[in-house]
């Protein structure tokens, strides 16, 4: 009988083996940061077609014809959150086509990271509808580079629910992981693949990301990823001071009829993105938001943005104050209440102020590759400040040779020697100019942009030529 | 009903005898899944050939046979209801595992056993329904990624007919040995919901055609 259970005992074994290895059970764990969910090829411009485009844009004297047309690649990649928590991220990867020898073979790839979006729906593969998409394939991909643009968690098809703005080290993480899945995209599915050249750029928020990335590549990836070199654009560098500037409207303009004075230009907007950013983060930027948020605002403020609703209809649906500036974040009607404000500057354990410590890239780093900055001294939005903070704050340690310029686009000594720097001072001045009333209005987002992305590709080519 | 009839018929072909015989067995199974899905219809952002493949499982089978006679038995095969894992094909390849559920496919036969019971290895044939219930299926993480937010699934229950052929090894009077091969009609409609950004809900559909080939090696006691 002994036998006979024997052959039971074991039919049970065999079977229960069989349930072990033979499928189901847990499921799978989601897949590795930086790989491809999925990636296709969303469309194609010839190098005419291109050329047309960038002239009807105005975009040639600055950008210069283009010798490619654009391959527009779109992929969806795994990137962790804040938290350590994978989660999905999509990126515009355009890529240059056509006969020319600058078109064709290994080319060099820009990392950009794109300026400050309210839009959910933001795609830097939509070189269509995306005027900094199409600012990027003229300055870039026209003359032969990559470009990979994530379009950032929080946004497009990201599985995050919010987006982790300003957040230096989460914002760098997404860029590699994006540079990551775009490289194994194009070596398996394009014939223009990347170069061992990788320069890292963007604009306003970009601009810090991109100088985050370089610091998180250079410490954590030097053995992945060397960054030939740099151009961050009216980043807001110096976080905690750009921070301290805003809070202490009320107190730097007392006795005007405006508590806002030293709010920037958007602010209203910037700060539901930001508190929801460092709040998911960190978890102590407020216990509630109607601790930082003045009423009827606290009720929906914290899931505002990214949103494809229009800007017009939340101010006229009351979820932001109806003020055209959108720089009422103090005082009654205000964004923000007084109270969550004085705590910035009078409780040393403020989780606000810390996130904005946190977050500053000035000090506690030092670039390896040639890095320059450009912004305008007269930006409304990111105040010049950053540029210039962060310029004296690493060439404070930097070796002459590696010196950080900045280009200030309203000092013509700034700007290179030559007709090139004469022709960029004279071309934004006099588009300032022509701008007239508007010129405040249109200088952060539109008259700035195209000026420093010149210049930044400018000094990348010069990186190149020097074979630095 | 048509199959019900059919298991009717074949039932009252079993029971036409005598020399009655109870059998209860256990053992490994074996689910070869050879699934074929139409593309997920349905919604953004999956547009374009976005499929799914049911993956093979293992489990525990065991069931009970009921010999009428010597030539004829009615068998009811069961098992522990095992998970099989979902993968993305198509525009999903990436996404690896997209999904899971657990299912559970009692199977009735009316089997002819070839041979005299003087023979320690008989052949048998079956013929059956299979009633196939689908639970507990959920989306991964990657699938979520896919769908483009939290999603549930709901999978109809299938019923079709059922095949099988086999070997039986007596070692004595009471234990054996019994091998099999089935095939089963599965098929089910799934619907997979998803809310998306902004509280979208998003439903998506497509049929399942399981086509499950079902190895078995088993121990059986009679008595």
């Keep these: 009988m002994k036998f006979k259970f024997a052959w039971l005992a074991a039919a049970v074994a065999a079977a229960t083996f069989l349930s072990a290895c033979g499928g189901g059970g847990d499921d799978a764990p989601p897949s590795q940061d930086g790989q491809v969910l999925s990636a296709q090829l969303a469309g194609s411009i010839d190098q005419a077609t291109f050329a047309a485009s960038v002239n009807a844009k105005g975009l040639t004297p600055l950008a210069g014809a283009p010798k490619c047309g654009v391959d527009v690649r779109y992929v969806l990649y795994v990137t962790k959150d804040p938290l350590g928590q994978p989660a999905t991220a999509s990126a515009g990867v355009l890529v240059p086509n056509g006969t020319d020898p600058a078109c064709t073979g290994n080319r060099p790839v820009v990392l950009y990271a794109h300026g400050t979006t309210f839009t959910h729906s933001k795609n830097m593969a939509d070189l269509q509808n995306d005027s900094e998409a199409g600012l990027m394939a003229a300055m870039f991909v026209g003359q032969g580079f990559i470009v990979v643009a994530p379009n950032f968690l929080g946004y497009d098809k990201s599985s995050l629910t919010y987006h982790p703005y300003l957040n230096a080290e989460s914002s760098a993480l997404d860029m590699i992981d994006g540079l990551r899945a775009a490289k194994t995209h194009l070596n398996g599915a394009s014939a223009v693949r990347p170069s061992d050249k990788l320069f890292v750029t963007g604009y306003s928020q970009g601009g810090h990301v991109a100088a985050a990335t370089q610091k998180v590549m250079e410490r954590d990836y030097s053995a992945e990823f060397t960054v030939t070199a740099s151009g961050p654009m009216s980043g807001p560098h110096n976080l905690f001071k750009t921070v301290s500037v805003i809070n202490s409207s009320p107190t730097t303009c007392a006795g005007t009829p405006n508590p806002n004075c030293t709010v920037n230009a958007g602010g209203t907007l910037f700060t539901p993105l930001l508190l929801t950013s460092w709040q998911k983060s960190y978890g102590n930027v407020y216990a509630s938001p109607s601790d930082a948020y003045q009423a009827p605002f606290a009720a929906t403020a914290e899931t505002l943005f990214p949103t494809d609703t229009p800007i017009s209809d939340l101010v006229a649906a009351g979820k932001l104050p109806a003020d055209p500036t959108f720089t009422k974040l103090f005082g009654t009607g205000g964004l923000i209440n007084e109270s969550y404000r004085a705590a910035f500057f009078s409780d040393p354990n403020n989780g606000f102020a810390a996130a904005a410590k946190k977050n500053t890239l000035v000090g506690g780093w030092t670039p390896k590759r040639p890095m320059a900055l450009c912004g305008g001294a007269q930006d409304p939005t990111v105040f010049f400040f950053n540029t210039t903070d962060l310029q004296a704050d690493l060439n404070s340690r930097l070796p002459a040779q590696l010196a950080v310029p900045a280009f200030n686009m309203e000092d013509r000594a700034s700007l290179p020697a030559g007709p090139v720097g004469d022709q960029l001072y004279g071309g934004f001045q006099q588009q300032k100019a022509a701008a007239g009333a508007n010129a405040t209005a249109l200088y952060h987002g539109t008259l700035v942009p195209p000026f420093c992305t010149a210049l930044v590709r400018g000094f990348f080519q010069q990186v190149l030529a020097a074979g630095l | ?223």
């Design chain 2, 1 to 223: 009903m048509k199959q019900l009839l059919i298991a009717g018929a074949l039932c009252a072909l079993a029971l036409g005898a005598h020399a009655q015989q109870h059998t209860v067995y256990v053992g490994g199974a074996y689910i070869d899944v050879h699934s074929k899905a139409d593309p997920l219809a349905g919604g953004s952002p999956l547009e374009n050939d976005a499929r799914v493949d049911v993956n093979d499982a293992a489990t525990v089978g065991f069931g009970y046979t009921y010999r009428y006679s010597d030539a004829y038995s009615f068998e009811v095969a069961l098992g522990v209801p095992p998970r099989h894992h979902t993968d993305g094909r198509g525009q999903l390849e990436g996404f690896g595992q997209v999904a899971s559920f657990k299912q559970g496919g009692p199977t009735v036969f009316a089997n002819y056993h070839f041979g005299d019971a003087s023979q320690k290895l008989r052949p048998f044939v079956g013929a059956g329904i299979n009633y196939t219930h689908f639970w507990d299926g959920h989306n991964t993480v990657a699938g979520n990624w896919a769908a483009g937010g939290p999603t549930t699934l709901d999978l109809k229950d299938s019923w079709g007919l059922a095949a099988h052929g086999g070997l039986t090894y007596s070692i004595d009077k009471h234990w054996s040995l019994i091998g099999t091969l089935a095939y089963a009609q599965v098929k089910s409609d799934l619907t997979a919901t998803t809310t998306a950004f902004g509280g979208q809900t998003i439903v998506r559909t497509t049929s399942i055609d399981f086509r499950p080939l079902v190895y078995t090696a088993s121990v059986g006691y009679t008595f």
